[in-house]
C-alpha cells in the first residue's frame, strides 16, 4: 500500500544539526513533488519545504530558509530534511507528505507520514 | 503571502448535526487550490477536499467543500462520532499556507 514512513527525529541542543528521512513505497516517487509539514506542540500545521519531482525546485518558509535543505533520492525512493543551526522554535512534529499531482502542477497532499518528533533543547 | 483565517475556531455540535466550517483567503486563491484536511489527536493530518470542492478518494459525501476567491465552506451534513477532529484548510498553490485550524468537539 502508499505510505511514508519518517525517521530521524530525537532531542538536540540549539545550533546543533539533524537529518530527517521519509521512506517511500506503493507509488512512483519519482514522479511525484514532496513536501515536509511540522506541527508544533499543540499548535497547528506549517509548510516547511517542497521539492519537485526530479529534485529540480526547491522552496521553503521563511523560518526555515537558509538553515534547512530538502533533498531526495529518487533511486532510493527517500526524501531528507537536513535541518542546521537547530532553534528551540524548531521543535515539532516533522510530515513528509506526497503531492496528489505528478509533474510540475500544483497538488493538495494526499498521502502523510506519521510522523517524526524533533525536540531542540539545551 | 496568502493568509488564511478559519472561523469558528470551536465548534460544538452534537452528532448528526450539520458543520459548517469557514475559511476565508487574504487574496484570492489562484484555480481554487483550496484543500481541507481532518486531523485527529495524534495522528497525521487525511486529506478531505481539494480543488475547494473534490473529495478525496474514500472520504464520505457528508463531507463537501464550495467556494472560490476567497471565501470557502466545509460542511459535514451529519456529524458522525468519528467526525469530531481539527481541520485545517490550505492554499496550495503556491505559497503554501494552512489556516489555523477549527476544533469541532463534541457538545
Known amino acids: 500500500q502508499v505510505q511514508l514512513v519518517e525517521s530521524g527525529g530525537g532531542v538536540v541542543q540549539p545550533g546543533r544539526s539533524l537529518r530527517l528521512s521519509c521512506a517511500a513505497s506503493g507509488f512512483t516517487f519519482s514522479s511525484y513533488g514532496m513536501h515536509w509539514v511540522r506541527q508544533a506542540p499543540g499548535k497547528g500545521l506549517e509548510w516547511v519545504a517542497v521539492?519537485?519531482?526530479?529534485?529540480?525546485?526547491?522552496y521553503y518558509a521563511d523560518s526555515v530558509k537558509g538553515r534547512f535543505t530538502i533533498s531526495r533520492d529518487n533511486s532510493k525512493d527517500t526524501l531528507h530534511l537536513q535541518m542546521n543551526s537547530l532553534r528551540v522554535e524548531d521543535t515539532a512534529v516533522y510530515y513528509c507528505?506526497?503531492?496528489?499531482?505528478?509533474?510540475?502542477?500544483?497538488?493538495?497532499?494526499?498521502?502523510w507520514g506519521q510522523g517524526t518528533m524533533v525536540t531542540v533543547s539545551s | 503571502e496568502i493568509v488564511l483565517t478559519q472561523s469558528p475556531g470551536t465548534l460544538s455540535l452534537s452528532p448528526g448535526e450539520r458543520a459548517t466550517l469557514s475559511c476565508r483567503a487574504s487574496?484570492?486563491?489562484?484555480?481554487?487550490?483550496l484543500a481541507w484536511y481532518q486531523q485527529k489527536p495524534g495522528q497525521a493530518p487525511r486529506l478531505l477536499i481539494y480543488?475547494?470542492?473534490s473529495r478525496a478518494t474514500g472520504i464520505p459525501d457528508r463531507f463537501s467543500g464550495s467556494g472560490s476567491g476567497t471565501d470557502f465552506t466545509l460542511t459535514i451534513s451529519g456529524l458522525e462520532p468519528e467526525d469530531f477532529a481539527v481541520y485545517y484548510c490550505?492554499?496550495?498553490?503556491?505559497?503554501?499556507?494552512f489556516g489555523q485550524g477549527t476544533k469541532v468537539e463534541i457538545k
Open positions: 480543488g475547494a470542492s
Open positions: 507528505a506526497k503531492k496528489d499531482t505528478d509533474g510540475y502542477n500544483p497538488g493538495a497532499f494526499d498521502i
Open positions: 490550505q492554499s496550495y498553490g503556491s505559497p503554501w499556507t
Open positions: 487574496q484570492s486563491v489562484s484555480s481554487s487550490y
Open positions: 521539492i519537485s519531482y526530479d529534485g529540480s525546485k526547491k
